[in-house]
Nanobody, 120 residues
Framework: QVQLVESGGGLVQAGGSLRLSCAASGSILRINDMGWYRQAPGKQRELVAGITSGGSTNYADSVVGRFTISRDNSKNTVYLQMNSLKPEDTGVYYC??????????????WGQGTQVTVSS
């Protein structure tokens, strides 16, 4: 069994910052790529940022220069530092990790989601 626990969402004014965390626990052999997605009301879930096991990153155009994804392999945790937040960043943020379990299975797991609300 694998569990993901997200934290760090909340309400912030435009221009402010938040840091999201997603910690994985359980029968984990290896965590491969990690990513953060968001879903705004009435919209499809979209990729915000991703990071490979080697540390390569990619970002949605809308967050380049404002968001930074990072990972701490010793803690099985992925972070999303969000600066210069805008009202359009509002949504539920989900982490997504591709994990190989101790049993040898590799699959993607989703966090429970954390609400980010940016007021203007």
């Amino acid at each position: 069994q694998v569990q993901l626990v997200e934290s760090g969402g909340g309400l912030v004014q435009a221009g402010g910052s938040l840091r999201l965390s997603c910690a994985a626990s359980g029968s984990i052999l290896r965590i491969n790529d990690m990513g953060w997605y968001r879903q705004a009301p009435g919209k499809q879930r979209e990729l915000v940022a991703g990071i490979t096991s080697g540390g390569s990153t990619n970002y949605a155009d809308s967050v380049v220069g404002r968001f930074t994804i990072s990972r701490d392999n010793s803690k099985n945790t992925v972070y999303l530092q969000m600066n210069s937040l805008k009202p359009e960043d509002t949504g539920v943020y989900y982490c997504n990790l591709r994990i190989t379990t101790a049993g040898g299975w590799s699959q993607r797991y989703w966090g429970q989601g954390t609400q980010v609300t940016v007021s203007s």
